[in-house]
Nanobody, 123 residues
Framework: QVLLVESGGGLVQAGGSLRLACLASRRTIGYIAMGWFRQAPGKEREFVAG????????QYADSVKGRFTISIDNAKNTVYLQMNSLKPEDTAVYYC????????????????WGQGTQVTVSS
């Protein structure tokens, strides 16, 4: 069992920044990837960013490219999502997730999920 705990959410004005963190209870030996997803009220969960555990490959949703950065600190078993130039449309509950194999944008391929952290961007 892998537990994922997100932190760092909050209320911020448009144009501001937040850094989310996702602490994994342990790192599965082998090839895994981590992803960030978000879900706004009344909308489906959507992919935000993904990274392989070695940090060698990343991908981003078009809506966050150039504003968000995903990174990993292996020593701390923690994945980060640095969010800059936030917009009201970024308001959502943000979830981190883990999967075996390379990172993908498909939520169905992720097998462990955190409880989520709320991000609210005011205009």
């Amino acid at each position: 069992q892998v537990l994922l705990v997100e932190s760092g959410g909050g209320l911020v004005q448009a144009g501001g920044s937040l850094r989310l963190a996702c602490l994994a209870s342990r790192r599965t030996i082998g090839y895994i990837a981590m992803g960030w997803f978000r879900q706004a009220p009344g909308k489906e969960r959507e992919f935000v960013a993904g990274i392989n555990w070695d940090g060698g490959s990343t991908q981003y949703a078009d809506s966050v490219k150039g504003r968000f950065t995903i990174s990993i600190d292996n020593a701390k078993n923690t994945v980060y999502l640095q969010m800059n130039s936030l917009k009201p449309e970024d308001t959502a509950v943000y979830y981190c997730a883990r999967k075996s194999g390379p990172n993908t944008s498909s939520s169905r391929e992720y097998d462990y999920w955190g409880q989520g952290t709320q991000v609210t961007v005011s205009s």
